[in-house]
């Protein structure tokens, strides 16, 4: 009992007397236990509801065979059944129908409906079949019937029996739920019809989306799928089931990678805290340690006691931070949805999954992170010497040992160089770890760059000119640059942060704009309630529009989705009119482009965005074949433009040149002109009144611009969040430190106050010193976070989204956020600095001297 | 008196950066006895005292605590200090969010010693009454009387004083000078005290002064 | 008069909002059969069938049941869609072999709708196929049967040996007392069947005797009727006999037929009241826990049939699958007292009353 109660009171006399400290460094070890796990919990729901939703649904099939194209001729299908090897085939038109009903409340509200053969369907996907009522068996064949998944019943709130409106391109189909797909995979929002209906109600007659094979026994897969692979030619794709799920997974990578790391970077800064306030906290308690190590407590109890007191932290802020996270998350999940505003899942209403392993991992790496930065300053308290840690003043030699000069030129060089290795499977991890790197160095280097900066100013500084107080805060800071460095950590680390950020969205944003200018150049965009559906205007509908009053000119575009590369997600082609002369007219083209004279006769000219280069390897000037054409045909990269819409990538091709390979005259979307003169809400008012009127949205450009605008800033809300929280993390850093010194440096208080100086200017004194500091992590921040904001823009925004933009500053940003920080870095300072010059600092005088 | 000398140094040096502080210093310390050192700043007190408490250990040259060689190695220096020696600094060094009975009873929870004798000891040093109490309730004089009790609480054979009252004033150090000896010689315990004071060191039973020749006992001056 | 499990329910009427559904020819009496063309498929009937039932032996003279069936039915789907997969016609077969040895049945099915000449029942003459299953019937009139089943492949070439036989009025056959429930209907009967079966592997060559029952027609069953017993015999003597019994609800005889052709060609028909059925021993399935009378008495006229079941297991379990259950199978003939022949029985409706 005795050496659990002697741990007791040390413990409990350390937190009583230290408060603010504590309470600090479990809020920083919350803070980022929080934000890692939010962000984990927003992550695995999203990710979970979005890889239900793009699960493989091709059942136990053996190969699944589809087109470069999302739709291809159905005379494949009894090809593939007569084949030999092949036992089953399964025929299945995948249609994406939009529910217009949903159209108000959000954004492409669409949801999948498979055409099935029922009677093929059975031995490769059963878990696919509609389960019709007990006494209308027939349902599963009859051509208005529709069996919605769970998932479905509950987003479209629909049961058995009742009738749904769906929408494919201007056309509405009305279809009677006749039954549930019991064996749906939870989430999935799926539905399940006659393939036959299929192709006639969603005008895709005599088109297939793909077959699954189920092959013969004793036929080896892989060599069927070479052989037959050959037969079909460049224009099909062979797949197997486990290749869908780690495409959708590949799909939404970039993004989680991304959010991963900010988490990561929030748990770094927190551990950076906790490092700082332990080595204050060590610091100040040097005497005391030192006695019980002279009463005879070993070293092994020190490190003990230290770890303990720093562990119990750990564990109090994990605790918090795992409930914080929680909250967070719903709460973000609420407001936001799975993708915080970022776009990239959907449509998709995720549930928050209570995931005691996460917990479990985020706790344990919450105490981890707080045990390992206390451990270097315990290990020092542990080993130092008892006999001069006695005498006062002995703090700075803690300092010294907690200098790692190699350690700060090493992750500097490491970092350049690592910004300029390629990426490691489409990821930035090399840009990532440069940007730690960046910080860690830069943290180590603080020391020097403090002792440089300060002492600079102190060799300026002219004794007699200057004030006694600018005197001693500068004395004191160039002479103590260690402790200084310390206090300074939180600072620069989010003040970087947010510069880098700042500087990142800043420049983003001014690009995006820029290119929506470029893109947008007509005056009205019209398209159907959902995007680039497979039927969209039929040439008839088109007809119609076109004819309008008050249209000077009308470019109809085609949208579809090409699959390059099985692995990858679908690459966008779209097809419009395009002056194969002046591209530049309708393109965002980089200056990366063939002269119109050079390109030849014989090949059709494509113009690829940023994202194709990357990922495809095309180049200007590359002559390429496109698989949904003859092979014949061979096509000429004329041009790279910018795309900030489709990272997976993008193809564009004038209308014509379409149309004439393909055969197919839809249209996906049109921009309009208007006459001069003419009403922009005339033509409006008139597409309106079309028969088909209601199944169009019309946007007219400003609005567009402003929804694209709107949508960008959402998908930065949890930058933004993360921001404030870093800044404020930093800031309860700076509060911490300065009140752990100041209290470390009661005696030379009372010894200032000995020789005159009144509380006033104790606190001046004070605050000037923590704005000096500030002001100098400031400096030290920008250009830390300027380099970060260099490599986010120019490796990992390149790397990670195929994308580039040019660097533009946010100057009167930074310089207000830059006050800001300083402000409030003074503010703490000066709070923190009143219990500093209170009266019992006189008194501390005769402690030691 | 044991026959057996409580503490013995023998031709022990130590040189701080090429600085001989003691070089060849040897002597025997009897059982129950009280010594004073005393001797010019700078000529080695603190270092001979940390050399003694196995803080720092002799380049050469032994030291024998009952006869025991002083271990070099820091566990069992540590284990030696914790049961056998008690310490008196002159910045007191009382742990400022223990109470004092918390902060007396420091040894006895090192040593895995019942907790009795704590409040015993704050009674012996004229504190009764005042356990519960923070130090920062205390005047210079009453915390040096916490110490006293804190150095004896856990019986030691060897009590350590470095400048015991340098930050008291005159009456106070009178007081706990008097303190001290009285509990040394109550609790037989033997004891080392390091002072500039000659008026603190009249209060021992030897005056030894330490220069570079070695420690030369003094006379004392109301000898009898 | 055959099996029609997999379409009840499924012509139960529905009530769904057509703009062209299905026009379907009713049968009438007095409507010659026209030769070839009525070896074809009828597409304007709800529903049509090629069933084949015989025995066969194997070269160590073990006795085999053998049953290979092909169903066409039309469904009650929009006929305005125009997809190649507009469901208009369904092809079901179903085969199923009776071993002693084994003691149940093997049996597989198929259904798909006809199209892309993956699966078709042809009009003109006998041409039907379901992927690789197939019945031909060629010029000759010798019909050409493979099913690669899945624990057997059959490979049979049957040639008639007989003439045609005509149910009922020339082909006009009554199934209840309403004039509506009737089909067309003739057999082939004494179908010499020659041909190998495989099982794991191995070819076992085998001849045997069949008998084929075609039938076609819109409306069934009467609403009263709870299933019916039927049976088909390939006498030695060359006689080929076909009776059934529609059984109500109430296990009350609601019509019955005999035919029985002797083999100069001469046929005898009987009335409802003249043929009647009467359990000699019932069999009890273990797995759908139904009462079939394997063991029956048959009376046409004066005359008594004694029917034996080849095994009592011959029970066709597919509600895995399809979901019906009957009893099909492989029996031997008395003839008042004296073995007389071989031929095939079919009892449905002992798990639950079939509706239609």
Known sequence: MNPVSLTRWLLLGEWCSHRLQSVVAVLAIMLGVALGFTIHLINTAAVSEFSAATRSLSGTSDLTVRAVQSTFDESLYPTLMQHEGVAQASPVLEITAGVPAKAKSMHNPVFKILGLDVFRATAVTPDLLGVPAEDRQMDILASDAVFLSPAAMEWLSVKQGDSIEVSAGAKRITLRVAGGLTRAHAGQRIAVMDIGAAQWHFDQLGQLSRIELKLRQGVDRDTFRATLSKELGASYLLTESEDDDERAHNMSRAYRVNLNILALVALFTGAFLIFSSQVLSTIRRRSQLALLRVLGMTRRQILRQLLLESGMLGVLGSLLGLALGYLLAATALYFFGADLGAGFFPGLEPRLHPDPLAALFYFLLGTGVTLSGSLLPAWEAAHAHPAPALKSGSEYTVLAALRAPRLAAACLLTGVIFAGLPPVDDLPVFGYLAIVLLLIGSMAALPYLCELFFSTLSRALNPNRSSVLYTLAITRLSNASGLAAIALGGVLVSFSLMVAMAIMVASFRISVDDWLARVLPADLYLHPTIHQDMRGFIPDEQQIIASQPGIERIDFIRSIPLTFDPARSNITLLARPIDRNDPGLTLPLTEDRLPPGDIPPDAIPIWVSEAMVDLYGFKTGKRVTLPFADPEQTFIVAGIWRDYGRIFGAIQMQLSDYRRLTGDDHASDAALWVKEGAAIDTVISALQALPFGDTLEIMETGRVRAVALKQFDRSFVITYLLELVAIGVGLMGVAASFSAQTLTRIREFGMLRHIGLSRRQIHRMLTLEGGLLAGFGIITGFLAGTAISLILIFVVNPQSFHWTMQLHMPWTWLLLMALAVLGAAALTAFAASRHAASGNVIRAVREDW | MSLTPVLELSNVSKTYSSRQVLSGLSYSFAAGEYVAIMGDSGVGKSTLLNLIAGLDSPDSGEIRIDGKILPVEDEAATNLRRRHLGFIFQAFHILPHLTLLQNVSLPLLLNRLPLDRAPVMLTAVGLQGREQDFPHQLSGGELQRVAIARALVHRPRLILADEPTGNLDQDTAHEVLQLIRTEIKANQASAIIVTHSRLAAETADKILMLSKHGLTPVPLENQT | ?356
């Open chain 3, 1 to 356: 008069m055959r099996y029609l499990w997999i379409l009840l329910g499924w012509l139960a009427v529905q009530n769904m909002l057509f703009s062209a559904p299905p026009v379907l020819a009713p049968v009438v009496p007095g409507k010659a059969l026209e030769f070839p063309q009525d070896f074809g498929a009828h597409n304007d009937f709800r529903i049509e069938w090629w069933y084949v039932t015989g025995w066969l032996e194997t070269p160590t003279g073990k006795p085999l049941g053998f049953q290979i069936t092909f169903f066409r039915t039309a469904t009650e789907i929009d006929r305005d869609n125009p997809s190649h997969f507009a469901p208009d016609q369904l092809i079901i077969a179903h085969v199923a072999l009776s071993d002693p040895a084994i003691g149940k049945l093997q049996h597989d099915q198929k259904i798909a709708r006809a199209g892309f000449d993956l699966a078709y029942a042809r009009t003109g003459n006998t041409d039907v196929k379901l992927d690789d299953w197939i019945f031909v019937r060629e010029t000759d009139g010798r019909y050409r049967t493979r099913i690669e089943a899945e624990d057997f492949t059959l490979t049979f070439i049957l040639t008639p040996s007989q003439p045609l036989m005509l149910q009922g009025e020339n082909g006009f056959s009554r199934k209840g007392p309403g004039a509506p429930q009737a089909s067309y209907y003739y057999s082939e009967p004494h179908l010499q069947v020659s041909g190998i079966i495989n099982r794991q592997g191995e070819d076992i060559p085998v001849t045997g005797t069949a008998w084929l029952d075609r039938e076609w027609s819109s409306e069934y069953l009467d609403p009263n009727a709870a299933g019916w017993d039927w049976i088909s015999a390939n006498l030695d003597d060359g006689s080929a006999l076909m009776a059934f019994q529609i059984r109500g609800k109430d296990d009350s005889k609601i019509w019955a037929y005999a035919a029985l052709r002797d083999a100069s060609g001469h046929t005898r028909l009987f009335t409802p009241d003249q043929v009647s059925f009467h359990p000699i021993r019932t069999w009890r399935s273990a797995r759908t826990q139904a009462v079939y009378p394997v063991a029956t008495r048959v009376l046409t006229g004066e005359t008594e049939w004694q029917i034996t079941p080849l095994m009592d297991d011959q029970e066709l379990d597919s509600r895995a699958s399809a979901g019906a259950v009957y009893w099909e199978g492989a029996v031997t003939f008395t003839r008042d007292g004296q073995p007389a022949g071989r031929g095939y029985m079919e009892l449905t409706g002992y798990v639950r009353p079939l509706s239609m």
